[in-house]
């Protein structure tokens, strides 16, 4: 089944093979790669031209084979001045004769291309994982140090005619870096890279760069979300979160006196920040042992931030388990449309910063007596067989829709669409239910205080 794509993300795969067209020219590519945090962010700008008066109104962008295990997200835009200012493109997840084993998209231009493309065009990818913990195990006084290794040339199926690389680091201290090709020159937390000239498609040269990077690694190993709609005017959401340190792992004992002291690596997380809805209210924070007293609660700008602290702090290779739930007003989210109604929320919520999401189940509880139940998401989502909920009062059961994601990050926190038919006349029939069953057992009681059980009559004074 192919799934439709809202935001530009991906879609399914395109029926048939897609072909290179070699008139196609990257006239000039400025590449950047960002890791100032766990994740590995790269940015491309690219000029295109059309060679020999040919037309296109699509480009392929191929991923880097070291690195599409790790592909996250992908989105394409002609760059403006800001991302308000930029046109969001079209990008479809294809397949190329002869690289099938390679992830390929297939980016829309705004416009027919003839010539020199006079808009450039800024293809963002997010990888997960991408830095490697080395070494893999330190001490609680050691700083953390990761290794990225990919490809240092824009890795595309077009010829090249210039090209420039940026590199950037959470830290200055460098243990090592590629020193060639010439020319290369390192300034604090950035290195830079050339410009080549004349690069010819598909040329890899090894990038690898080992530095300090204290960030934190978090990944949430799996994400349990419960939505319960209500048109009584609430939905509940509640959270079920595995998360684990993924960085380095502690070697040797944890000492509590010298993590007090401050003498402790900074890659070890003590809190982090999660923000719900503006409209949430009734949070609640927990885990098997009972409620965390620890955590904060304040309104920001268009949310509401909760500090959870969990109850020790993580350290590579720990892991914690607690749960995250609030309430808020129905009108917020649900929308009418027509004789439908649109639950609009987000899939997940911002959990912490630059987050991972591993592995995501999503369930969603619609009224009892809902139909025709369809789901928009702005990038790829499996749908599991729907389920049946049961809560008091309840004669069919509610219907459940099951969604599983992975490998999530922050650009994934967008709204879906969930479109259903629901009768309203729905709404009183737990109501109509409760009068019923009063009504019939005062009826009974009636009937039983006014009749005369007894054998025999007693006689009249």
Known sequence: MRAVLIACLFVGLAYGQDTVNHAIVNADVDRTLDATSQLLKVTELLTLEVAGGASVSSFLYFVEPTLQDHLAYIEARVAGKDKASSKLLEVKETKVKGHETIKVFRVALPAALSGTSNDKIRVYTVYTHAQVPHPQEITQLEQQLVQIRTNLYHYSPYNTRKQSVKVLLSSSKIESYSKEPKPVSESGKEIKYGPYQDIPPFTAIPLSVHFENSSPFLTVTNL???????????????????????????????????????????????????????????????????????????????????????????????????????????????????????????????????????????????????????????????????????????????????LELENLVDEHTQPIQIKYAYDRMHLFFEPLLVITSFALLFAVVIVYVRFDFSIAKSKKE
């Open 224 to 402: 349990l979300r419960w939505i319960e709609v209500s048109h009584w005017g609430n939905i509940a959401f509640e959270e079920t979160i595995d998360i684990a340190h993924t960085g380095s792992k502690l070697k040797g004992t944890f000492s509590r006196l010298d993590y007090q002291r401050g003498l402790t690596s900074k890659s070890a997380v003590a809190d982090f920040k999660t923000h719900l809805p503006a409209s949430a209210k009734d949070i609640y924070y927990r885990d098997e042992i009972g409620n965390i007293s620890s955590s904060h609660v304040r309104k920001i700008l268009n949310a509401v931030e909760v500090e959870i602290k969990p109850r020790f702090p993580l350290f590579g290779g720990w892991k914690t388990h607690y749960i995250l739930g609030y309430n808020s007003p129905s009108a917020d989210f649900l929308l009418k449309s027509g004789g439908n109604f649109v639950l609009q929320t987000r899939v997940v919520d911002h959990i912490y910063a630059n987050q991972v999401i591993d592995k995501a189940t999503v369930k969603i509880i619609l009224p009892e007596g809902s139909t025709n139940i369809e789901i928009h998401a702005p990038f790829k989502v499996k749908r599991l067989p729907d389920e049946k909920h049961y809560t008091y009062l309840d004669f069919s059961g509610r219907p459940v829709v099951v």
